[in-house]
T-cell receptor, first 115, second 110 residues
Framework: DSGVTQTPKHLITATGQRVTLRCSPR?????VYWYQQSLDQGLQFLIQ???????AKGNILERFSAQQFPDLHSELNLSSLELGDSALYFC??????????????FGPGTRLTVL | GQQVMQIPQYQHVQEGEDFTTYCNSS?????IQWYKQRPGGHPVFLIQ?????EVKKQKRLTFQFGEAKKNSSLHITATQTTDVGTYFC??????????FGEGTQLTVNP
């Protein structure tokens, strides 16, 4: 158990719909990262928040948005869903914004299926 | 953007054989991290290498960072079925974001 929690574990929805994925970081971690992992694919970085502020942005689609709240939990919002958005979405947290010795701890992931 | 290339993509071995995965970057890296993802699981941090030429061992796993800090390798001696999973290298690029390699999926036949 990494200490990072993600809800829900599974999500099945239809094209065109909107969903929200939730992540609670490890106690004391200020950074939250979101990754997308498609079937048999690597980890695609979406976005990072540090202490409530957006820190870094990857190849995140305009249909996707995220935020980190004052209690440091984060939400990833996916809208106008397409079949290709079906994937595992991981949240990770780390103590710092970056730099050396700042390993990331991953949550169990949310498996999104768009039908 | 900066890419981290990892090879091979797949590796099938017999239990007891050795396994190596390689990670390469076109630019000098400040450090490199390695993660393991078991089938159906999430990535788990294994180790971080920081110094040029650094070698670290964890039981049967040996991690190396190249002298030029552009490449790294993970070697597993005498694989066991518990080693099954996908091994990812990851490097810090563009500030604080981690760029992951594509991963090497290891299967071990008993």
């Amino acid at each position: 158990d990494s200490g990072v929690t993600q809800t829900p574990k599974h999500l099945i929805t239809a094209t065109g719909q909107r969903v929200t994925l939730r992540c609670s970081p490890r106690s004391g971690d200020l950074s939250v990262y979101w990754y997308q992992q498609s079937l048999d694919q690597g980890l695609q970085f979406l976005i990072q928040y540090y202490n409530g502020e957006e820190r870094a942005k990857g190849n995140i689609l305009e249909r996707f948005s995220a935020q980190q709240f004052p209690d440091l939990h984060s939400e990833l919002n996916l809208s106008s869903l397409e079949l290709g958005d079906s994937a595992l979405y991981f949240c990770a947290s780390s103590r710092l914004a970056g730099g050396t010795y700042n390993e990331q701890f991953f949550g169990p992931g949310t498996r999104l299926t768009v039908l | 953007g900066q890419q981290v290339m990892q090879i091979p993509q797949y590796q099938h071995v017999q239990e007891g054989e050795d396994f190596t995965t390689y990670c390469n970057s076109s630019t000098t890296l400040s450090n490199i991290q390695w993660y393991k993802q078991r089938p159906g699981g999430h990535p788990v941090f294994l180790i971080q290498l920081v110094k040029s030429g650094e070698v670290k061992k964890q039981k049967r796993l040996t991690f190396q960072f190249g002298e030029a800090k552009k490449n790294s390798s993970l070697h597993i001696t005498a694989t066991q079925t518990t080693d099954v999973g996908t091994y990812f290298c990851a490097a810090e690029t563009s500030g604080s974001r981690l760029t992951f390699g594509e991963g090497t999926q290891l299967t071990v036949n008993p």
